[in-house]
Nanobody, 121 residues
């Protein structure tokens, strides 16, 4: 059973930074693509970015240049470094896992429980 556990959310001032972590278990972490989504009340979950098994990244236009996804395979962990945060970034952030090593233009198969990020203006 695949489990994804996020941590690192919290309250930050606009312009500040946060790093989210996600520890995965239940399958061979290094073989699969991972990613992050986010959701605000009343809206659908929104793609933030993804990382393939070999470290290639893709980002939503809204976060490009500010957010960075990385992975540490020996630690079974994927990270989301968020810089220059804006109030529009306020959301619950979800770590996700894909069934593919490289193809991430699909709805993810696995989801964490989410962690709240609040950016104050």
């Amino acid at each position: 059973q695949v489990q994804l556990v996020e941590s690192g959310g919290g309250l930050v001032q606009g312009g500040g930074a946060l790093r989210l972590s996600c520890v995965a278990s239940g399958r061979t972490f290094s073989n699969y693509a991972m990613g992050w989504f986010r959701q605000t009340p009343g809206k659908d979950r929104e793609f933030v970015g993804s990382i393939t098994d070999d470290g290639r990244t893709t980002y939503a236009d809204s976060v490009k240049g500010r957010f960075t996804i990385s992975r540490d395979n020996p630690k079974n962990t994927v990270y989301l470094q968020m810089n220059s945060l804006k109030s529009d970034d306020t959301a619950v952030y979800f770590c996700v896992g894909y069934r593919s090593s490289w193809y991430t233009e699909m709805w993810p198969d696995y989801w964490g429980q989410g962690t709240q990020v609040t950016v104050s203006s």
